[in-house]
């Protein structure tokens, strides 16, 4: 019991979010802000490109998924993942 505590709070005083880390994608790393399609603005930044505020919104979740692609079960679960989506897309 105790090593969980302590594991939830070194998760909670993690600061680093999903948008720190990459996931490799056809044998490539790729950032999780690149796959998910996220832009985001610097208002206010200096001449040199420093300072500001960067704004815009974050989707409300993200959904990885990692399907063997030879798993007849993992397979039937292709559809119902593109509907989801297609349904949710980049709006989260």
């Known amino acids: 019991?105790?090593?969980?505590?302590?594991?939830?709070?070194?998760?909670?005083?993690?600061?680093?979010?999903?948008?720190?880390?990459?996931?490799?994608?056809?044998?490539?790393?790729?950032?999780?802000a690149d796959l998910v399609g996220q832009t985001f603005e610097t208002v206010g930044a200096g001449e040199d490109g420093t300072g500001g505020?960067?704004?815009?919104?974050?989707?409300k979740?993200?959904?990885?998924?990692?399907i063997k692609q030879d798993d007849p079960i993992a397979r039937k679960n292709i559809p119902e993942l593109i509907a989801l989506s297609t349904k949710f897309g980049k709006n989260g």
């Open 53 to 59: 505020t960067v704004v815009g919104n974050r989707v």
């Open 1 to 32: 019991a105790q090593r969980r505590r302590e594991l939830a709070q070194k998760i909670k005083d993690d600061p680093r979010t999903i948008y720190d880390f990459s996931l490799p994608v056809n044998g490539r790393k790729r950032e999780v």
């Open 61 to 66: 979740a993200i959904l990885v998924v990692n």
